[in-house]
T-cell receptor, first 115, second 109 residues
Framework: EAEVAQSPRYKITEKSQAVAFWCDPI?????LYWYRQILGQGPELLVQ????????DSQLPKDRFSAERLKGVDSTLKIQPAELGDSAMYLC?????????????FGAGTRLSVL | SQQGEEDPQALSIQEGENATMNCSYK?????LQWYRQNSGRGLVHLIL?????REKHSGRLRVTLDTSKKSSSLLITASRAADTASYFC?????????FGKGTLLTVNP
């Protein structure tokens, strides 16, 4: 069964360092999402791509976070510089299309610890 | 902001019992979805109910939706230890999902 791939699974970094997370969505899925999930909370959308275009990044802290999906397939989320409050699970999800009946398929996530 | 709020925050039951979780939301929806998350893993889609539907079934899952009260409930019947997980409702509108804080369900063998 096709899965959303994410790497790394775990990342420990010191504050002020740069970190990057990678996501490969299910083949053929045009829409890709990055979420941040703080322990004990639900996922919060950071950025949504339709193919290679950003369609929603209203909750992305753009002073330190950036995301790209250059060829409309895999995607990278970067944080520079990392802050203590960035410690969380970063989840990638994809869906076949952007329609309102969009069932999202999630990767296993990258757990980030900022020391 | 998180628009879907689950209740209770935590639920502990014995294997074989039914588990009911509730979700309330504040703004209009196109659909409401429920997802499950095992500890430290990604979310898995369980069931979707459209705004013009009132009830939907999938295996041991039953979802109801009351748009007049802006609420939904998820019933898991004959629970198993493997059902232990966090359950999230997600409001579908404007081409995205907004998740609540989740209900942590523990099923004791």
């Amino acid at each position: 069964e096709a899965e959303v791939a994410q790497s790394p699974r775990y990342k420990i970094t010191e504050k002020s360092q740069a970190v990057a997370f990678w996501c490969d969505p299910i083949s053929g899925h045009a829409t890709l999402y990055w979420y941040r999930q703080i322990l004990g909370q639900g996922p919060e959308l950071l950025v949504q791509f339709q193919d290679e275009s950003v369609v929603d990044d209203s909750q992305l802290p753009k002073d330190r976070f950036s995301a790209e999906r250059l060829k409309g397939v895999d995607s990278t989320l970067k944080i520079q510089p990392a802050e203590l409050g960035d410690s969380a699970m970063y989840l990638c999800a994809s869906s076949f299309h952007r329609g309102n009946k969009n069932i999202q398929y999630f990767g296993a996530g990258t757990r980030l610890s900022v020391l | 902001s998180q628009q879907g709020e689950e209740d209770p925050q935590a639920l502990s039951i014995q294997e074989g019992e039914n588990a009911t979780m509730n979700c309330s939301y504040k703004t209009s929806i196109n659909n409401l979805q429920w997802y499950r998350q095992n500890s430290g893993r990604g979310l898995v889609h369980l069931i979707l109910i459209r705004s013009n539907e009132r009830e939907k079934h999938s295996g041991r899952l039953r979802v109801t939706l009351d748009t007049s009260k802006k609420s939904s409930s998820l019933l898991i019947t004959a629970s198993r230890a493997a059902d232990t997980a966090s359950y999230f409702c997600a409001r579908g509108s404007n081409y995205k999902l907004t998740f609540g804080k989740g209900t942590l369900l523990t099923v004791n063998p």
